[in-house]
């Protein structure tokens, strides 16, 4: 089998892309730090915070920027993981890596706090979330994205946002914004983990290989052609993504489809362990509030 080290340092490693996401977190501690006195109400940057935007931008680098990237346009399994990790993982870490106060600057924008104030609606968000995952790994519409950088690019950044806009619904850190509470939040996760099977099912459950980028070589030759570049890539006389894995092709779909399966259930059950705890320990304080009252009033009790 060939090794990636033939495509070069530049297509392995995006160092444009690192300058990109360096600007972003250099910005991101200038404004939470050194400006941040700029801003109304206004705390210092808590370690976890700055734990987690470093986290975020760690995974973004590593899913869009490193050689996963790339491997992902060579085995489906690979863009399995890094789509769940772009949509599932990468945006409730940057939601809880936002101050409080950043946020409600950010949503005093009219423009930001209008989309919010729909997006972020539950059912919508739910529903277009899950709604554009799905289109998107129906075969012609992944196909004809894939051999399209803007339309790569931009489905890439549009699934980010209603990602955003549906864990928002969720764990909003903004006590105004906080639409679902207690059993809600409970009904919200089910509800996403049912909606995403269908397109994780097609591709489980499909006997033949769905997408064209994998198994027709001209597809797949511009598909890498835009990836690595076209001078490279027409250099290095490659037939399909075949020379680079022992897997077949319909092994590697259904792997794909199992591995973002799994990796949902993972993170929607350790949100769901952090809702039953945060319900539980607003039940219990709601009870010892409701002692005390008795306590101070015995003549309350009947």
Known sequence: MLTLDIFGFKALWSPYFLLILFALTTAYFLITTVYRSRFP???P???KQAALFLLAMILLYAIKGSPLDLMGHLMFYIHGITMVILVLLIPPLFILSIPKWLWRSILNIRLINSLFKVF????IALLLFNGFFSFYHIPIIFDHVMQNRIYHGGYSILLFILAVFMWWALISPI??????TGIKKVAYLFANSMLITPACALIIFSDSSLYATYHDPEVWGKVMSLCVGPSTFSNLNLS???LFSS????DDQRLGGVVMKIIQEIIYAVVLSQVFFEWYRKDQEESEREMKKQILNPNLVE
């Not at 972020?120 to 059912?123: D, E, L, N, T, Y």
């Not at 006590?175 to 679902?180: I, R, S, W």
């Open 45 to 47: 940057l808590t370690g």
């Open 120 to 123: 972020s609606k539950p059912v």
């Open 247 to 250: 897997m077949s092709l319909v």
């Open 240 to 242: 399909g993504p075949e």
């Open 175 to 180: 006590e105004e914004y906080q639409p679902l």
């Open 41 to 43: 109400n206004s705390e």
